[in-house]
């Protein structure tokens, strides 16, 4: 399989495992990366991608197998010795300070004592030379992610590596900004630089990487050239069998159902000074549909659900009207008690208290709305019928879990996520607000849970679904809205959407502008 | 060799009932250390400091008596500190607890009824709750730190009472002692059982209100809120409950009952108002409340085992002749073991050997 004969590796991985406690996030991985490759690393969230590549960074020591470089075995034990042996690495979740400059930032990753104006300097011309235009002097709470993005990635490029990982780079960004990713990423491989690329978007590692390597439950499944696999036997590979398609109904009686959810003139103005302020969003969701919002992350989405959930409420009581009635003076009890059901972004912490039992979760989102099954006399707590509905949603959505009710932090996000959506789900809600929900799902419990909102909203309930990922989107709603820099676009209904056209609008494009590229593609 | 704390993947429910036994064998031991170095024998002085107190029955009357505040102000403190409220300013709500529930029998001494005592301990839990309502109103309105403001504000209530019994409300008959005309009998609050010893009813508000609060806390939809907004506030916002609300009802519950704490003292066990009413119960409570890990019944116990050590300590103090002081060392020493071994509950101990530091040398070089 190797795509190099007579020249020697560059990183050559043999039986490298990692042990946590009774789990082995690697199980005896092989892996080579040839010189002047982009190396494709799949698998689902929880495959042990990312124990790899800390292992390869040196933010996790190996429990046994070897890693050699150039031939020679290493022994990376920090990151500083990964950067000292030349790899590079642009996390997913990136490391910035807000408050200081790109150059600032760049400036302080470096070990030596460079003036911060040379290391301007050298950003700036690192950054023409490469196609990632930016302004080494912009503030970083100025700038979009897929700008911050590129600090990360000239901050890597300023250490000269040979080796460069990339995890999940495209997550964050618009589809025209991660095609501008490629042109970099490919300009680094004439070059003779390698990359490892995390990702489990198959499209773009079909389109870009030479050879991957697929991970399944910590262990390498096998190794491949995309090219001449297909999405579907890519898939396969990752998840271990067929991945249940999604059936999406026909809407019954469109246009003319009850509007369930209606947003007129949502106005706020900025809590923190880098959160978004949402100006005039208009949206209606009416009943048996599902809206998907699309946009890349920090665009006011996080600020639109606090909003509609009543976690802060509006000035105008008519803002926000939940099943006909003004809903915007109301906490989010109250909404919940007209039929809404509320799931956030974050799992543990929002929309979980961690170290609480599931059972004592299900209380959390249902107090108000379940008083009469949950609470007796003067509020106490009925814990039996609470343990059984806690079983009801477990074995509904088919959660797996170590114990019979177990504490919230020691389930699996995936796991977590099923159930705090079979929670809601469980009420029967008559309104749906759901962001990001399958972020960091595997695929089996992503269809699941996609198929379960889809359902729904065919029996009747409004679904609004906040999302980052496209192809979710694409597959489960009716009509696609998106919010860029605080503001909400009208929604394309499913039949007019495209990639394209979506993916302008996040970048920001004028929606009289969207008509554009449609020929050119 | 070195000493490591490793973080454990799941907290340890042997080491969390562990640890306040822990704490307690290794404050028995620093404190043989402490009375070796002061020259005394150590077995000696411990068996004065705990043993000596328990035997007689007047003498468990009076660690009642310790013990009635301390538990009554701790139970509180537990409210405010899961719920994440760092009340500090305890010591300061008893005081005014005890300035408000006397404004009866000192201001106005010719009212002579049996609704005086009943009247004193109401508006005792109103001044105790109004002065924490202080901090918490900082807290919600300008987001100040409660740790700072209802510390300090224990200083303002210090100072008040010192000048309320030099000034207006000092005895006229007193002879210019700095106190106040001593309580009317409408205005005792009785013994429990007379004939035995001095414990007055305090005791039994401190034995309810911990079942109370215990009950809330463990059964009830409030405590499971009070839970939630302490551990994930954001979880909290979630579920419809409001932090600013949860920072008023915890300051001005602890306070109402650190503030009945007051009263009862002033009224029970000292039967007028002095400069000084207490010897710091309101800042021993804290101890109490995580000695007993903030568990409303486990309070009860430790507030019994700090009421020991004040006991013990004046014992100690006639007995073999050591500073008043020590009582202040071993309280501060208990609260730092018992904050010290909390530790273990997330964390264990691994000794590095120098084999390990070989292997590290070896990576570094």
Redesign the interface.
């Known amino acids: 399989m190797s795509a190099s004969d007579e020249s020697t590796n560059l990183l050559e991985v043999r039986g490298l495992t990692k042990i ?2 009774t789990l082995t996030a690697c199980d005896h991985i092989d892996l080579t990366i040839a010189k002047g490759e982009i190396h494709a690393l799949l698998g689902e969230n929880g495959a042990g991608k990312s124990t790899l590549v800390k292992m390869l960074f040196g933010s996790l020591e190996p429990h046994s197998g070897e890693i050699s470089w150039k031939g020679e075995t290493v ?1 990376i ?1 920090s990151p500083h010795a990964a950067r000292r042996l030349g790899i590079g690495m642009v996390f997913q979740h990136f490391s910035l300070f807000e408050a200081l400059t790109a150059a600032e930032n760049i400036a302080l990753s470096l070990d030596d004592k460079t003036p911060i104006a040379t290391t301007a300097a050298k950003a700036r011309a690192l950054s023409h030379s490469y196609g990632l235009p930016l302004d080494p002097h912009s503030l970083v709470g100025d700038l979009s992610v897929g700008e911050r993005q590129r600090i990360e990635i000239i901050r890597c490029l300023l250490q000269t590596p040979e080796l460069i990982i990339l995890d999940e780079p495209t997550s964050v960004l618009t589809p025209q900004e991660a095609d501008k990713l490629f042109e970099t990423l490919e300009r680094l491989k004439s070059e003779g630089k390698s990359i490892l690329y995390i990702s489990h978007r198959l499209e773009e590692v079909k389109r870009i990487c030479d050879r991957a390597t697929v991970l399944r439950h910590g262990k390498v499944v096998g190794h491949c050239d995309p090219r001449k696999e297909t999405a579907a036997s890519l898939a396969r590979m990752m998840v271990g069998n067929e991945i249940q398609a999604i059936v999406r109904a026909p809407v019954e009686n469109a246009g003319k159902a009850e509007t369930l959810l209606e947003i007129r003139g949502l106005d706020r103005t900025p809590a923190t000074p880098f959160s978004i302020p949402l100006r005039d969003i208009n949206l209606s969701v009416r009943a048996g549909e599902v809206i998907g919002i699309a946009g890349v992350a920090g665009n006011g989405q996080g600020e639109l659900f606090e909003a509609v ?1 009543g ?1 802060v409420l509006q000035k105008q009581a008519g803002t926000v009207r939940i099943r006909g009635k003004d809903a915007g003076r109301l ?3 109250a909404r ?1 008690k007209l039929g809404a059901a ?1 799931v ?1 972004e ?1 799992r ?9 039992k599931l059972s ?1 979760n299900l ?3 249902r ?2 709305t379940d008083a009469k099954a949950y ?1 007796g006399l ?4 009925r814990n039996s019928s609470l343990a059984s509905a806690a079983q009801r949603i477990i074995s509904v959505m088919d959660v797996r879990k170590s114990a019979p009710d177990p504490e919230a932090a ?1 389930l699996s996000g995936g796991n977590l996520q099923k159930f705090i959506i079979g929670r809601e789900l469980d009420r029967q809600p008559s309104l749906m607000v759901v962001n990001q929900p399958t972020w960091g799902v595997d695929a089996g419990a992503a269809a699941r849970i996609r198929q379960a909102l889809i359902e729904l909203a065919r029996k009747g309930s409004a679904v609004l679904v906040i999302s980052q990922d496209l192809d979710e989107l694409f597959e489960i709603s009716d009509a696609i809205a998106v919010m860029h820099n605080g503001e909400l676009s009208s929604p394309l209904p499913r039949a007019e959407a495209t990639f394209e056209k979506i993916g302008l609008l996040m970048g920001g494009a004028e929606p009289g502008h969207v008509e554009l590229p449609v020929e050119a593609a | 060799m070195r000493i490591e704390l490793v973080k454990r ?2 907290y340890s429910r042997v080491f969390s009932a562990l640890s306040p036994f822990i704490a307690l064998v290794l404050t028995l031991i620093a404190g043989a250390i402490m009375f070796s170095a002061l020259g005394k024998n150590p077995a000696d002085a411990l068996y004065y400091y705990f043993i000596d107190p328990l035997r007689e029955t007047w003498s468990l009357h009076e660690l009642a008596v310790k013990a009635a505040p301390l538990i009554l102000i701790a139970v509180g403190l537990s409210i405010c500190y899961l719920s994440n409220n760092w009340n500090i300013g305890a010591e300061g709500q008893f005081i005014i607890g005890a300035i408000a529930g006397s404004i009866l029998p000192v201001a106005f001494p010719t009212f002579q009824s049996w609704i005086v005592l009943p009247l004193m301990m109401i508006m005792g839990m109103i001044g105790g709750a109004a002065y924490g309502a202080i901090p918490a109103w900082l807290k919600v309105r300008f987001n100040t730190n409660e740790i700072l403001t209802s510390l300090m504000l224990v200083y303002v209530a210090q100072l008040f009472l010192d000048w309320l019994v030099r000034g207006p409300w000092r005895n006229p008959q007193g002879m210019n002692f700095p106190e106040t005309r001593t309580f009317h009998p409408y205005a005792i609050l009785p013994e429990i059982w007379p004939e035995s010893g001095r414990a007055h009813w305090g005791f039994v508000f401190a034995l309810v209100a911990a079942i109370a609060l215990w009950f809330v806390l463990s ?4 405590g ?1 809120e009070i ?2 907004l302490g ?2 506030p ?7 409950f ?1 932090a600013g609300r949860m920072v008023f009802f915890a300051f001005m519950l602890s306070g109402a009952l650190a503030g009945l704490a007051g009263i009862s003292e002033v009224s029970g066990a000292i039967g007028q108002l002095r400069p000084v009413i207490s010897p710091g119960y309101g800042f021993a409570a804290i101890i109490v409340a995580f000695l007993g890990r903030l568990n409303p019944l486990g309070i009860v116990a430790a507030g019994l085992v700090l009421a020991l050590s004040y006991l013990g300590g004046e014992a100690a103090q006639i007995s073999i002749g050591v500073s008043d002081k020590v009582v202040r060392a071993f309280q501060g020493m208990l609260l730092f073991f018992v904050l010290a071994c909390d530790t273990l509950i997330h964390y264990r101990i691994r000794f590095a050997g120098p084999a390990a530091k070989a292997q590290e040398a070896g ?2 070089a």
Do not use: D
């Open positions: 946590f406690g022994r034990n959930s976690e906490g989010i009890s919940r509320f956030p974050e543990l912490g929002h929309g979980a208290a961690p170290r609480m004592e209380l959390l989102s107090h108000a609470l003067a509020g106490v707590i020691s | 993947p799941q059964k009830t939809l409030r499971f839970k939630v551990q994930s954001r979880a909290g916002r979630f579920a419809g409001s990576q570094n």
